[in-house]
């Protein structure tokens, strides 16, 4: 699960989500703000022995963009620029330590999925939102699980690779 595109592209569908269930004229500010602020992170140099940090972080964000859903009162506008944010600068981060600059270009339009998603609300129907925003988070819980569990033998490359 260290792959270049694969968690930006989890992070920014976790994002899409969210941002269907908050208004509909904090989309368009949200989503620049997260591509200006996922080009600028991944323009940066991180350092490699960053990479469990970037990764957790990563994750532990999936989690917060994905929870966003569950929220009773939907996503307000501070919410959702903070969350477009977050989600910009990790998903920079990661594709800065583990991927190509051209990963941006699968990972981020998975968040334009608020766009149907807004639709879907609208129409009483975020049960088709939340469900696969459930399976994200487990999937993020279980990341984050495993990267915090002992190394033992073959999850680790060793000396023999």
Do not use: E
């Not at 969350?83 to 981020?108: E, H, Y």
Request: aromatic share 6%.
């Amino acid at each position: 699960m260290r792959g270049g595109a694969l968690p930006p592209a989890l992070l920014c569908a976790a994002l899409g989500f969210a941002l269907a269930f908050a208004p509909r004229r904090m989309i368009a500010p949200c989503l620049t703000l997260m591509a200006a602020a996922a080009l600028a992170a991944s323009l940066t140099a991180v350092p490699t022995s960053w990479d469990d940090a970037i990764f957790f972080g990563c994750w532990l964000s999936v989690v917060a963009a994905a929870s966003a859903v569950h929220l009773p009162g939907g996503v307000g506008r501070r919410l959702a620029l903070g969350l477009s944010l977050n989600t910009g600068l990790w998903c920079g981060a990661v594709i800065a330590l583990a991927g190509a600059r051209r990963d941006l270009l699968v990972s981020l339009p998975l968040s334009l999925l608020c766009l149907p998603g807004h639709l879907l609300v609208a129409r009483g129907r975020s049960m088709f939102l939340k469900v696969p925003a459930s399976w994200l988070i487990a999937v993020a819980l279980l990341a984050v699980s495993l990267q915090l569990a002992p190394t033992t033998p073959g999850y680790r490359p060793d000396h023999m690779d």
